[in-house]
């Protein structure tokens, strides 16, 4: 099918729902698959590929990058860091057959093994005891406190020869403060080569607010290194950003959208949820009814355009990872509804384009049906979010 050719038939979007929903299906399957007598080692990773190992100057590819340390496990204990790359598993390296989940799959908890990983360059190898995944300790800073380097991804084009992130500024930024600029590639942090936007993340928040952090940025063919100590998440946004917790925040009350009956549609590239709107008692300012009982039961299509929209794992226990991609500019919200219809969370990011990652925790919110929602001008869109 060529670009051009843009409509399907009722059978091939019938089709393509199906198709959707199996992979969703077979998503949860794999997620179940895991268990709390599991051996692991400690740690968030992403896996790379053929292609980024290239770029970073791994010697193997299919490795797994460590991003977050969780406290007191094995992996802390032996001394791995974050960016370490784990290749090999008591000699056995990684291949694209078997990835380091897989070569911990001939192994128990308590199991002794030595781990081969690479730092910055160099092959080093650590000995250390496989725990359980049911013993690890999740437990995550507010939002609020995470470090916040303040910059968003666009979707500029690289110069030939040139790896790195281009972004653009948030305001009241370390990165404001480092005299970056929207359009600025960076490069590196610390010294660590970032091959594209999901390098930065590890690169960020291995660090405490107020530690230094360097950043080495290309701009109009000259390299330049600047360095700040970095601020938190709540110094940068002030109020406008806060995590949920005891206090619930309390939006307007015509900054609410209605957030029950929401019809959800399978997750695409291009993408819109449609929301039944009730505004049934609701008077104008003259006092006459808004609408009629027949349009109240419209649906209104909120058809923000969007990429990559990823929220893992859902269902959830209580902390998970929201991502996306937002092709066009403009004035950007993020928000978290609970069951009640009360927002516990919102992150306004000012004018905005590229890709958005942030990590939410509301374990101690009621279980049900939560709903994100991600707002940009007059556009929206809605998904769901189990608590269990």
Same mark, same amino acid.
């Given at each position: 099918?060529?670009?051009?050719?843009?409509?399907?038939?009722?059978?091939?979007?019938?089709?393509?729902?199906?198709?959707?929903?199996?992979?969703?299906?077979?998503?949860?399957?794999?997620?179940?698959?895991?268990?709390?007598?599991?051996?692991?080692?400690?740690?968030?990773?992403?896996?790379?590929?053929?292609?980024?190992?290239?770029?970073?100057?791994?010697?193997?590819?299919?490795?797994?990058?460590?991003?977050?340390?969780?406290?007191?496990?094995?992996?802390?204990?032996?001394?791995?860091?974050?960016?370490?790359?784990?290749?090999?598993?008591?000699?056995?390296?990684?291949?694209?057959?078997?990835?380091?989940?897989?070569?911990?799959?001939?192994?128990?908890?308590?199991?002794?093994?030595?781990?081969?990983?690479?730092?910055?360059?160099?092959?080093?190898?650590?000995?250390?005891?496989?725990?359980?995944?049911?013993?690890?300790?999740?437990?995550?800073?507010?939002?609020?406190?995470?470090?916040?380097?303040?910059?968003?991804?666009?979707?500029?084009?690289?110069?030939?020869?040139?790896?790195?992130?281009?972004?653009?500024?948030?305001?009241?930024?370390?990165?404001?403060? *480092?005299?970056?600029?929207?359009?600025?590639?960076?490069?590196?942090?610390?010294?660590?080569?970032?091959?594209?936007?999901?390098?930065?993340?590890? *690169?960020?928040? *291995?660090?405490?607010?107020?530690?230094?952090?360097?950043?080495?940025?290309?701009?109009?063919?000259?390299?330049?290194?600047?360095?700040?100590?970095?601020?938190?998440?709540?110094?940068?946004?002030?109020?406008?950003?806060?995590?949920?917790?005891?206090?619930?925040?309390?939006?307007?009350?015509?900054?609410?959208?209605?957030?029950?009956?929401?019809?959800?549609?399978?997750?695409?590239?291009?993408?819109?949820?449609?929301?039944?709107?009730?505004?049934?008692?609701?008077?104008?300012?003259?006092?006459?009814?808004?609408?009629?009982?027949?349009?109240?039961?419209?649906?209104?299509?909120?058809?923000?355009?969007?990429?990559?929209?990823?929220?893992?794992?859902?269902?959830?226990?209580?902390?998970?990872?929201?991502?996306?991609?937002?092709?066009?500019?403009?004035?950007?919200?993020?928000?978290?509804?609970?069951?009640?219809?009360?927002?516990?969370?919102?992150?306004?990011?000012?004018?905005?384009?590229?890709?958005?990652?942030?990590?939410?925790?509301?374990?101690?919110?009621?279980?049900?049906?939560?709903?994100?929602?991600?707002?940009?001008?007059?556009?929206?869109?809605?998904?769901?979010?189990?608590?269990?």
């Amino acid at each position: 099918m060529s670009r051009r050719s843009g409509n399907f038939s009722p059978d091939n979007t019938r089709f393509m729902k199906n198709l959707t929903t199996l992979l969703a299906f077979l998503l949860s399957v794999q997620l179940l698959a895991h268990n709390d007598d599991d051996p692991v080692i400690g740690f968030q990773s992403s896996e790379i590929g053929q292609e980024k190992a290239q770029k970073l100057g791994y010697p193997l590819p299919y490795g797994s990058r460590i991003d977050r340390l969780y406290p007191g496990t094995p992996a802390q204990v032996a001394g791995l860091q974050p960016l370490d790359y784990i290749y090999a598993v008591n000699g056995q390296s990684v291949s694209k057959q078997r990835d380091l989940s897989d070569l911990l799959e001939d192994f128990a908890p308590g199991d002794k093994v030595e781990i081969g990983f690479y730092r910055k360059g160099e092959a080093l190898n650590r000995t250390l005891f496989l725990s359980r995944r049911g013993d690890l300790n999740r437990l995550h800073r507010p939002n609020s406190e995470d470090p916040f380097l303040g910059i968003s991804q666009v979707h500029d084009e690289l110069p030939q020869g040139v790896v790195g992130v281009p972004v653009s500024v948030v305001h009241n930024s370390t990165a404001q403060a *480092m005299g970056l600029e929207r359009g600025d590639i960076i490069t590196a942090i610390d010294g660590n080569p970032v091959a594209d936007w999901h390098d930065l993340s590890p *690169m960020i928040d *291995m660090r405490k607010v107020g530690a230094p952090i360097q950043v080495s940025v290309y701009r109009a063919g000259e390299t330049f290194t600047r360095s700040r100590p970095i601020k938190s998440q709540a110094a940068t946004h002030g109020n406008h950003s806060r995590p949920n917790g005891p206090e619930i925040i309390q939006p307007q009350e015509d900054d609410l959208p209605p957030v029950a009956q929401v019809e959800l549609q399978p997750v695409t590239r291009q993408e819109a949820a449609v929301l039944p709107i009730s505004v049934a008692g609701v008077t104008s300012e003259i006092g006459s009814p808004v609408a009629s009982e027949a349009e109240v039961q419209k649906p209104v299509v909120r058809n923000l355009a969007i990429e990559a929209l990823n929220i893992f794992p859902n269902p959830t226990t209580g902390i998970f990872d929201i991502q996306f991609e937002l092709p066009q500019r403009g004035e950007t919200a993020v928000y978290i509804y609970n069951p009640a219809g009360q927002a516990v969370y919102f992150n306004t990011l000012g004018e905005f384009t590229g890709t958005f990652s942030d990590r939410i925790d509301i374990a101690n919110g009621v279980r049900g049906i939560y709903f994100l929602e991600i707002r940009q001008g007059p556009r929206s869109l809605t998904r769901k979010v189990v608590l269990q």
